[in-house]
């Protein structure tokens, strides 16, 4: 099993920047990508970034040149770099782990963090 904890969610203003972190635990060793997964109001989870083991990444268009994720494997954490943020945002950010093997959707899941943009 994999735990998954987010934080660095809150409330920010349009064109402003957070980052999210998610630390993991448990069984690491069996987790090939990590992501992010973001849920507006009324809408379904969307997937917004990924990174494997070795560091590469993927990001939705939507938010390409404005979010960077990136992986400490020291520190067992995951980050989501978000700048130049706008109303369409807000949402709750999830982190999310797959494991070896599998494909999406994800195995495991942290809680959420909420996170607000204001016009």
């Known amino acids: 099993q994999v735990q998954l904890v987010e934080s660095g969610g809150g409330l920010v203003q349009a064109g402003g920047s957070l980052r999210l972190s998610c630390a993991a635990s448990g069984n690491i060793g069996s987790i090939n990508y990590m992501a992010w997964y973001h849920q507006a109001p009324g809408k379904q989870r969307e997937l917004v970034a990924t990174?494997?083991?070795?560091?590469?990444?993927n990001l939705l268009d939507s938010v390409k040149g404005r979010f960077t994720i990136s992986r400490d494997n020291v520190k067992n954490t995951v980050y989501l770099q978000m700048n130049s943020l706008k109303p369409e945002d807000t949402g709750v950010y999830y982190c999310?782990?797959?494991?070896?093997?599998?494909?999406?959707?994800?195995?495991?899941w942290g809680q959420g963090t909420q996170v607000t943009v204001s016009p």
């Open positions: 990174i494997s083991g070795g560091g590469s990444t």
């Open positions: 999310a782990a797959l494991s070896i093997g599998r494909t999406w959707p994800a195995d495991y």
